[in-house]
């Protein structure tokens, strides 16, 4: 079973920082794709960022120089470090990748989400 785990969320206080990470884990050949998504209360989910597997990035305009996507490909994983909270960024984030797996008995593509972590920014 592939699935993605986000850890990092948490309260802080605007002008903080923090970083999210989610771990990819499963029987996975290959992962194109990483990315980072938000919901906030009351509105619908917004991409934030993608990072490519050779680590071309590309951003949302509202987290341009505040937001940065890594990625270890060994390893499986992508992070999200975040500097400049406003308020406005409180949200569950979400990490997707778009993989390769081995499942019911055969390599499939999957579009595969994590469960979410909460980010407060607030006093």
């Known amino acids: 079973q592939v699935q993605l785990v986000e850890s990092g969320g948490g309260l802080v206080q605007p002008g903080g920082s923090l970083r999210l990470s989610c771990a990819a884990s499963?029987?996975?050949?290959?992962?194109?794709?990483m990315g980072w998504y938000r919901q906030a209360p009351g509105k619908e989910r917004e991409w934030v960022a993608t990072?490519?597997?050779?680590?071309?990035?590309n951003y949302v305009d509202s987290v341009k120089g505040r937001f940065t996507i890594s990625r270890d490909n060994a390893k499986n994983t992508v992070d999200l470090q975040m500097s400049s909270l406003e308020p406005e960024d409180t949200a569950v984030y979400y990490c997707?990748?778009?993989?390769?797996?081995?499942?019911?008995?055969?390599?499939?593509?999957?579009?595969?989400w994590g469960q979410g972590t909460l980010v407060t920014v607030s006093l």
């Open positions: 997707k990748a778009n993989l390769v797996a081995y499942t019911s008995l055969a390599y499939r593509y999957l579009e595969v």
């Open positions: 499963g029987a996975i050949s290959s992962i194109n794709d």
């Open positions: 990072i490519t597997r050779n680590k071309r990035t």
